[in-house]
């Protein structure tokens, strides 16, 4: 299938940079399929950037980062319209998120008011601004990072942008191979800047129109939509995954689908895109936080308990 000849050429670019990481590159791949946006939770030097830069050039995809800091405002992330002199009328200068993947850098360092200026765009693919509605690219894909060990000076996501984000995945560190590997292509140069593109936008285009071809049976949605109303019932949870959580499941599933070069979904499609799909959906009550309980060890009690239903 067209999809999975579009990943390999886009993996064997990106491990050029990244190396021993192809789950995330894969995941990273399939959000973009369903454009939907990634949040990439890691301690600092896992190579969070590097990767958002590398799939951006092997898509030929423009690309804007943002340093998120507490002086960030609004305006200086969506743009602002400004008094033109020789036009003697108001201009509009467009900020940094009218790109086509936007990495927002350690997001969690601005404002909830600067953060919630994402919440438009990356809902409905659009800006707001003096009452004037501005278009984003249809390509239009948010990577952003933070740091989930420091927490001073940070303000937490609030649930409604969290809900936004398709995926929350990991770096994580690198294999001892993956490591040695790494400093052996950097002896000369950043191996980024010999990254190309590989895939051009009539392709990638191509290739979200096959995601959403892909077939899903009955029993399948059957076993999403179970597994989205257990973690609203569960005894350890104070909110569940919400009817956003449910369609970003279908999505991620058809799009690992047809990544795996397959027509159809299979329930393992859908054990797969459980954890990155849901985990930053749930809200916990306080007692399992106190029993250090974490809504991946609730997701994963969840698949082995629910079974699908056979028609």
């Known amino acids: 299938m067209k999809v999975k000849e579009i990943y390999e050429k ?15 590159i894969r995941y990273v791949f399939a959000s973009a399929l369903c454009s939907g946006h990634c949040l990439l939770e890691d301690v600092p030097g896992t190579g969070k950037t590097m990767l958002a830069r590398a799939i951006a050039r092997s898509l030929g995809l423009s690309f804007k980062r943002v340093q998120f800091t ?6 200086d ?8 002199q020789r036009s003697t009328d108001f201009v509009f200068r467009k900020g940094p998120i009218f790109t086509e993947i936007l990495l927002a850098d350690e997001i969690n360092r601005a404002t909830p008011k600067t953060q919630s200026a994402l919440l438009e765009a990356m809902g409905e693919g659009q800006v707001t601004i003096e009452g004037n509605k501005h278009d984003l690219s249809k390509d239009f894909f948010v990577i952003a990072t933070q740091n989930p060990i420091e927490y001073e000076g940070t303000f937490p996501l609030p649930e409604a942008q969290l809900d936004r984000f398709l995926l929350r995945l990991s770096m994580g560190y690198p294999s001892k191979e993956a490591e040695i590997e790494m400093m052996e292509s950097q002896f ?17 285009h191509e290739c979200k129109e096959l995601v959403k071809a892909i077939y899903m049976d009955k029993t399948v949605e059957d076993y999403i939509v179970d597994i989205v109303k257990i973690t609203r019932n569960a005894s350890e949870t104070a ?26 979904v299979l329930p393992d499609d859908v054990k797969a895109a459980v954890l990155p799909t849901l985990s930053h959906r749930l809200i916990l009550k306080p007692e399992a936080k106190l029993k250090k309980r974490s809504s991946i060890d609730i997701l994963g009690e969840i698949l082995d308990a629910v079974e699908i239903k056979l028609v």
């Not at 909110?239 to 159809?264: E, F």
Request: charged letters at 25%.
């Open 239 to 264: 909110l569940g995954a919400s009817p956003r959580g449910t369609l970003a499941l279908m999505k991620v599933s058809r799009a690992l689908a047809a990544i795996d070069g397959r027509d159809h």
């Open 10 to 24: 886009l993996l064997s670019n990106v491990s050029q940079v990244i190396f021993g990481k192809e789950e995330v």
């Open 77 to 84: 992330l969506t743009g602002l319209y400004v008094y033109d």
């Open 188 to 204: 000369k140069h950043h191996p980024i800047e010999s990254i190309e593109q590989v895939i051009d936008k009539e392709e990638f």
């Open 70 to 75: 507490p002086d960030l405002l609004p305006s």
